[in-house]
């Protein structure tokens, strides 16, 4: 199939026809996509390799930014081997379907119960990381939602083989092979974003301009996150140590990731003494600062001796900026308030942080800034899935409604209610209200639903 309501329809049949299987039955696929992939690792990274080659022909030609390419590659650090961890992860979490969370007694014999139950068909739309289709893969297979994969066209060849070794490894299985599809062209993409007959969800990763242009040309919900414009800020109180630590790890674990750090705010008491030594620790992992008058000036009377394009003023656009390398905009501010106040003003609301040894600036903080995560004393790098102990994550969700910050298997399910009668003759609404028979709403203690 090769056009939008064919996929479409596929994934919605997939679903359907999903809904009775066993969790057990869904952990074992999991296993043998695990399998599949394992055995598949050569010819997988050969294709990521050429994808790369590629990459790096289009930044050479000024077509692609380095830190997109950055997140294209399977072979660097652990990255391959973390793929096949999260599966396994994610198959050892608890079935997040089937979970009561309201049980109650509307009259004797009358029981109501919230179930957990899966959203249904996804379509996933993602830049550059091809690992993306294995952790979606794996969390829509736990959570029972059938999913459409669209990469990035830099990133095709490897997501499309993953795409095959998956539905591979589900051939072997009782779900349905189109539980999981590819697909590649932006056509596609056009066509699918109409049906919502047939799509529950779309979720975008990826810049701001993707994400945006998805919210705009569709009736289906979307959730997802556009820029990931984190914050640290440094309390008048804040620990050296722990501030060089936390800012440091901030920025340069994973410049290009979008839970680093891109603003440094620092209190302005701190502009002689700590902030000095947090620019020398910066720029000596060769981040480049965008400091505003007064952090600038601070450095400069500190007698502090940097490279010209290492510490340069900064424009009022490179707050509102995801810069994904190694540039960091710093400015001061004289209050916590006005950090908060800043930030809310020009975060993304993704992540921020708060280096303090002040509970109650920590407590403000944390209430005060309307963001998915707000840290104490910690990296802006932990808002992270894997590290929350979801197994993997589908995104990290910036919105108000359903789900926020990290989306994992919880994330991917919504509920219904389920009406049990145990009278013999069953129950009708006429028989209840004013003058008649009293709705009883006795809790029951139960986690269990009545049925699975």
Known sequence: MSWGPGIARAAR??????????????????????DELAARKDDI????????EAADAEVAAGRLSTSLVKRLDLRTGDKWDSMLQGVL??????????????????????ELFRVSCPIGVLLVIFEARPEVV???????I???????????????????LLGETIQSALSKTSIPSAYIQTIQTREEV?????????????????????????QNSTRIPV?????????????????????????????????AACNAAETLIVHSSLLHTLWPKVASALVSRGVHLRCDGLTQTALSSAKISFAADQVTPSQGSDYDTEHLSLTMSVLTLPSLSDAIRHINSHSSHHTDSIVTENDASASMFCRGVDSAGTFVNASTRFADGFRYGFGTEVGIS?????????????????????LKSKSGKGHIASEFGVGKKAFKHTPLHTDVPPYR
């Open 223 to 255: 959730m997802g996150h556009a820029d990931g414009i984190c914050h640290v800020y440094l309390d008048e109180s804040a620990d050296e140590e722990t501030a060089l630590r936390v800012v440091v790890d901030s920025k340069t674990d994973y410049p």
């Open 134 to 140: 294995v952790n979606i893969a794996t969390l829509a």
């Open 190 to 214: 056009s066509s699918l974003l109409a049906l919502d007959e047939y799509i529950d969800l779309v979720i975008p990763r990826g810049s701001n301009a993707l994400v945006k242009n998805i």
């Open 89 to 110: 992860d994610v198959a050892n979490l608890p079935d997040p379907s089937g979970v009561v969370s309201y049980a109650t007694e509307l009259d004797d014999g009358l």
């Open 45 to 52: 990274l050969l294709a990521n390799a050429r994808d790369m």
């Open 398 to 418: 910036t919105g108000k409604i359903h789900a926020r910050g990290p989306v994992g298997l919880e994330g991917l399910v919504i509920y219904k209610y389920m």
């Open 142 to 160: 736990k959570s029972g939602n059938a999913a459409i994969l669209k990469g990035g066209k830099e990133s095709s060849r490897t997501a499309s």
């Open 13 to 34: 049949l997939a679903f359907e026809a999903s809904q009775l299987l066993s969790p057990s039955e869904r952990v074992t696929a999991l296993h043998l996509i695990r």
